[in-house]
């Protein structure tokens, strides 16, 4: 079974442009979820869809969404980027079911502004 | 690594020895726990995860133990090995219907041949 896939692995803009990320879920996980990952804040979470609906979110401002589609690949988006967003974006896909709880991270989207 | 961080707990173990990770977690209603293993330029990668009523799970080489008493949760490495040398988080998931986890700091584990 494939992995949590994230494209693309590395990516430099500059203050102000926006980018789009994203994240294709291990077969057969509906749960998708990103994270913000920092050396000085550590892994913090962005939000969380399922079934194509935002089932939760972290406190971050509100240039950074995100979206799932009907396959559950899902995209997440900031615009009007800061230096502060340099950061490696992971994002994970889940499954829960029968007692049976996982959670897989993909390789992540190193993310650059200058 | 990504959390090199200047606060990130280091702890330094003789290739053969075991290893035992710590984590204060925060929330006493958090049902599953995980540990996972980031090595450098890499995402985060499952290890193990123990369920709230469970104190103790076991894998291969890998031992978790959940104390709720003091919300502590321990990593046990046995035979640490030059390959086990990364990063290495806690997780919990703190909210029913959600797959929102919390991690931990992180601690470095460095294995010395």
């Known amino acids: 079974k494939a992995g949590v896939t994230q494209t693309p692995r590395y990516l430099i803009k500059t203050r102000g442009q926006q980018v789009t990320l994203s994240c294709s879920p291990i077969s057969g996980h509906r749960s998708v979820s990103w994270y913000q990952q920092t050396p000085g804040q550590g892994l913090q979470f962005l939000f969380e869809?399922?079934?194509?609906?935002?089932?939760n979110k972290g406190n971050f401002p509100g240039r950074f969404s995100g979206r799932q589609f009907s396959n559950s690949r899902s995209e997440m988006n900031v615009s009007t980027l800061e230096l502060g967003d340099s950061a490696l974006y992971l994002c994970?896909?889940?499954?829960?079911?029968?007692?049976?709880?996982?959670?897989?991270f993909g390789p992540g989207t190193r993310l650059t502004v200058t | 690594g990504e959390n090199v961080g200047l606060h990130l707990p280091t702890l330094s173990v003789q290739e053969g020895d075991n290893s035992i990770i710590n984590c204060a977690y925060s929330n006493s209603a958090s049902d599953y726990f995980i540990w996972y293993k980031q090595e450098s330029g890499k995402g985060p990668q499952f290890i193990i995860d123990?369920?709230?009523?469970?104190d103790k799970r076991q894998g291969q080489r890998v031992t978790v133990l959940l104390n709720k008493t003091v919300k502590h949760l321990s990593l046990q490495i046995a035979a640490t090995q030059p390959g086990d040398s990364a990063v290495y988080f806690c997780?919990?998931?703190?909210?029913?219907?959600?797959?929102?986890?919390?991690f931990g700091t992180g601690t470095r584990l460095q294995v010395f041949p």
């Open positions: 123990i369920r709230s009523n469970m």
């Open positions: 869809y399922f079934s194509e609906t935002q089932r």
């Open positions: 997780a919990e998931r703190g909210i029913y219907n959600t797959d929102k986890l919390i």
């Open positions: 994970a896909s889940s499954f829960s079911r029968g007692g049976s709880y996982e959670q897989y």
